[in-house]
């Protein structure tokens, strides 16, 4: 009995040690909080085109033409050396020099339009290219910080801070805030960030984190959850298509996007999506879950936001409420494939580096070059009244989506009415798993162990297991030749054969 008692209260304290998080632990969801509440100012302002470029007069979209040009490079580089990047990316040294230089690249495109004209395209060119290349180091490394975290505290705290630092951010950094202190964050923002990825440490997670209540990457059911996010990239770039169109027809209009009842929107659908993170069960599925049904409840109010738009335009009234809605509803998109492209990622153990770069190159990069690139190009010469080219736009958008999530819906629908054999391969690999677990049961392996030892048996390298994992290769290695020695093998491909029977028995 007394032994019992003992035990009793033993799990008492672990369980109190577990719900109570640990200074480190708040260290590290302040730095991720404060590292996405310093970057969100550049996502949520177009990577501040006005505030940087506009100095440059005749010669601000040259300037702003190169920005972008090495921008994607930079992304595009990110994308095809996922690995590799996310090697260098990881120790601090890295965080500090991509600070320096995207707040150097800043400060130049701030202060070059005061020096000579030649002088200043010199220096804004040379402003451009450091402020790109340092915000695509920043952005990946800030998706690696975000898997870390996930890995340590579970995605549920690490979803939650997302939302409420994009929630604060675009709050605090409107417009309407002060003028020296909008200019403030504009040329300083991105070192805060870095100085905040420096406070979160390494980006590192040690093996007994599974145990200490993080969360481990499991894949997700390829179900009308686990894809039907990808509609909303169709819904946003119909917002992209008419805040591209506000601006070639009226720079002004875009102002609208910080007026009060645009920023109210923006808090009450960001508050929401908060609350939803924070109440949504921890099973991996049900995040997308809910993503999905909240991007529907969002669909609906931009189908008849952009029909608002259309009757008020073509009508001849006052469209700046409905505009300032369908540009609010834009952010909240933002962030809501920001929850739902890091999910997906997490859960199917993608390169996090490769989901930055996409995420930054589609949601933003395109959005940015669209509208102040290639439509000023294509509209060059030609005068644009945003009364009479809003309305028919906006009505020919609000058909296009619905034709879009009638195709959707179909697609769905096909694919559903397949034979069972199609979800064959899914339910081998499930077979595989509980092989795999089965055997890490009967020889006393860890959850660390179990995890290396799954990967394994799917032919995965050292290496590959390392980013999976979020671990150093050395990790692996040590913890592979403890499971070599307790399963009484001496190579891969006996172990491999091991799970293999053991999978035949099952």
């Known amino acids: 009995m007394r032994h019992s008692s003992q035990d009793g209260g033993g799990a008492m304290r672990e369980g109190t040690k577990k719900r109570i998080p640990s200074l480190d632990s708040v260290r590290r969801m302040a730095a991720c909080f404060f590292s996405v509440l310093f970057t969100v100012p550049y996502l949520q302002h177009n990577l501040y085109h006005t505030t940087l470029f506009s100095g440059f007069g005749a010669q601000q979209f040259v300037v702003f033409a190169l920005f972008s040009l090495i921008f994607a490079a930079g992304l595009i580089g990110c994308i095809v050396g996922c690995e590799r990047i996310g090697r260098i990316l990881r120790p601090l040294s890295v965080a500090a020099a991509a600070s320096v230089v995207a707040t150097g690249g800043t400060v130049m495109l701030w202060f070059a339009p005061s020096v000579g004209s030649d002088a200043a395209l010199i220096w804004g060119a040379l402003g451009a290219g450091c402020y790109a290349l340092g915000l695509v180091a920043l952005g990946a490394r800030m998706f690696l910080m975000l898997g870390v975290l996930a890995r340590r505290e579970g995605l549920k705290a690490v979803l939650a801070l997302v939302v409420l630092a994009a929630l604060c951010g675009h709050v605090a950094f409107a417009y309407s805030a002060p003028a020296p202190f909008y200019a403030f964050i504009a040329v300083a923002g991105l070192s805060l960030s870095g100085i905040a990825q420096l406070c979160f440490g390494l980006l590192a997670v040690p093996a007994s984190a599974a145990a200490d209540g993080g969360e481990v990457p499991s894949p997700c059911d390829a179900d009308l959850y686990g894809n039907g996010w990808r509609f909303f990239y169709v819904i946003f ?7 591209g169109l506000l601006y070639v027809a009226d720079p002004a209009l875009e102002y609208l996007g910080d007026a009060p009842l645009s920023r109210g929107v923006t808090f009450l659908l960001l508050f929401a999506l908060s609350v939803l993170m924070l109440a949504t069960s921890s099973k991996a599925s049900r995040y997308l ?21 259309s009757f008020s335009s073509l ?3 006052d469209f700046s409420a409905a505009a300032g809605v369908v540009l609010a509803l834009i952010r909240v998109f933002d962030v809501l494939l920001l929850v739902a492209m890091f999910v997906s990622a997490f859960l199917k153990g993608s390169n996090l580096v490769r989901t930055a770069a996409v995420y930054l190159l589609a949601l933003f990069w395109l959005p940015t070059t669209f509208a102040y690139v290639l439509l000023p190009l294509a509209t060059a010469g030609h005068a644009l009244d945003a009364g009479t080219l809003l309305g028919p736009a906006s009505l020919v958008i609000a058909a296009v989506l619905a034709l879009a999530i009638v195709a959707f819906l179909t697609l769905f629908m096909v694919k559903a009415a397949r ?6 391969p899914a339910a081998e690999k499930e077979g595989r798993r509980e092989a795999c677990d089965a055997l890490a049961e009967q020889h006393d392996l860890t959850r660390r162990e179990g995890e290396i030892l799954y ?9 590959a297991i390392a980013e999976k994992l979020f671990v150093a290769p050395g990790t692996v290695q040590s913890h592979t030749k403890r499971i070599y020695a307790k399963l009484g093998v001496h190579a ?15």
């Open 315 to 317: 009508t001849h009234g």
């Open 455 to 463: 990967y394994i048996s799917l032919g995965y390298s050292s290496k």
């Open 289 to 309: 879950r809910a993503v999905c049904l909240f991007g529907n409840g969002l669909f609906a109010v931009l189908f008849l936001g952009l029909v608002a738009v």
């Open 419 to 424: 034979p069972l054999s199609a979800a064959r």
């Open 492 to 506: 891969k491909q006996e172990l491999i054969e091991l799970v293999n029977r053991e999978e035949g028995d099952g």
């Open 237 to 243: 770039f119909a917002t992209v298509l008419v805040h």
